[in-house]
């Protein structure tokens, strides 16, 4: 009862700090990360130990598949180039650029431990990269670019964290060998992913309850990540791959009742698994601090010039990678080339995460060969709690001192009624085809519902204060109230069964949960 109670607590905390940082208008993993450290020192504080394949396995595989479920998949192809340039060759680049650093720095770690290190501190975290960008309203482009590299990246890191281990341990690692662990690591998990995939589409098509869709979404990351770390594959690029082909099939695969139950669960998933991801992250500081037993003058000088390199090098491959690109005209003609403003952004939103801290904890504690790595886990911790707070905080600053031009809302507004039009168009011919036989009024209804639809979607240019849909959807709302009304009033009164009220309930929560987007726009 007593590891319940923290858990409770935990979560608590960690939703309280997160409706705070809103009402604040903070970033939630900021203020999550500052209340862990607080907490850690704290006398009644449970002291928890994140275990590293509680993170790898356990909280990991579901927060990427929610992100690759929602990634644009076309998008995600368009900017492929720009993304495997960030979570694939930036993160060997950092890896070595660091690894270097410190090697000069400790000169008596062997180099591929020191490379080691920097596989761990090298790929930002999807969950803090996402809920950045996504706040500060950075051009969509830009935040494709981030999450795609998010996703990717912590593969590379990984596979290139076992290389380094094994070189530094002894094993005999060559070209060959590494060759063989990156077309395993890559292949390897692409395939198990296309499998599970395909398994799992299978089962959403012909699963008719939503509550066994939604039970199967969230086995669906771990059905995959097990049996690809089983195969010595990437677990990240299985759930990766399957989440990006299932989201991109969901509109086909599942029923719309199913849609919306899953779209609920997973907000409210990925809000609780994010809060304390970073929660737990800043809870380890006492017990990080306890086993350091490096001078702390040495500890700071070793710690600011690791995370100042790690900073810098970001920004040295990806403002050269982002133009020498665009040298070769079929590039440049399919991709015009950016403002500076985009690279820059780019290489600020550097946040480090989870990730990186479980991979830390997972270096080996060998006797082979001897190593300072309670000094690399406070490395690697203090890359986290510096890049969040330093780069997260300041990134919305940043943003608008580069003068980052946003999406233009007129065009997707424009874009969306076309589209629309379309829809209505051909939602009217499929009713004139098949209005044969049924009652004349409800013919007429589904009509004005379809021209409805155009012209709440051609009102959104208009400048007028109230729409003829907002206005709509403010009456009709109190409408609803009155008849909730009646119906707790006849439910209290023994009229009507609780039953009944559920029912009636439910379908109108639903009416409603539609006029929010007349609201919303």
Known sequence: ???????????????????????????????LVIVGLGMSFLPFAPEVHLEPELVLVGILPPLLYVAAIEMSVPAFRFNLRPILLLAVGLVIFTAFAVGTVLHLLLPEVPYALCVALGAVVA?????????VARRIGLPRR?????????????????VLLRVSVAAATGAA???????????????????????????????????????????????????IMLPAEAAHSSGVVAVVFAGLYLGHRFPTLMSAASRLQMDGFWRIARFLLEGMVFLLVGLQLREIVQELDTPWSEVIWI????????????????????????????????????????????????????????????LPETSEVAYPRELFVWLAFAVIV???????????????????????????????????????????????????????ATVERLRDLADHRVNKAWERLGGAAETPSRAYGRLRREMIDAEREVFRNA?????????????????????????QRTTED
């Open 386 to 440: 510096v890049t969040l707070v330093l780069q997260g905080a300041t990134l919305p600053w940043y943003a608008r001192r580069f003068r980052v031009p946003p999406d233009d809302p007129t065009q997707d507004t424009l874009a969306e009624a076309a589209v629309q039009n379309a829809a209505s168009r051909a939602a009217r011919e499929r009713l004139e085809a098949l209005a044969d036989g049924a009652p004349a």
């Open 123 to 131: 790929p930002p975290d999807a969950v803090a990269a996402t809920a």
């Open 303 to 362: 710690t600011a010039v690791v995370v100042f390199t790690l900073i810098a090098v970001r920004f040295v491959w990806i403002f050269p990678a982002t133009y020498a690109a665009r040298l070769v005209p079929r590039t440049r003609q399919r991709d015009p080339v950016p403002s500076a403003s985009y690279p820059a952004v780019i290489g600020w939103a550097g946040m480090r995460g989870v990730v990186t801290l479980a991979a830390a904890l997972a």
């Open 173 to 223: 690692v060559g070209f060959f060998d590494v060759t063989i662990d990156v077309v395993r690591a890559a292949g390897g998990g692409i395939a198990i992913g296309a499998v599970g995939a395909l398994v799992i589409a299978f089962l959403h098509k012909r699963i008719k309850d939503p509550l066994i869709d939604t039970a199967l979404s969230l086995l669906t990351p771990f059905l």
């Open 1 to 31: 009862m007593d590891g319940l109670g923290e858990i409770v607590a935990l979560v608590a905390i960690a939703v309280i700090g997160t409706a705070l940082s809103r009402k604040l208008g903070l970033l939630a993993p900021i203020v």
């Open 491 to 515: 439910r209290d009164e023994g009229r009507i069964a609780e039953e009944v009220l559920r029912r009636a309930q439910r379908d109108l929560d639903l009416e409603e949960s539609l006029l």
């Open 142 to 158: 830009l935040v494709t670019i981030l999450e795609g590299e998010s996703l990717i990246n912590d593969a590379t890191a990984l």
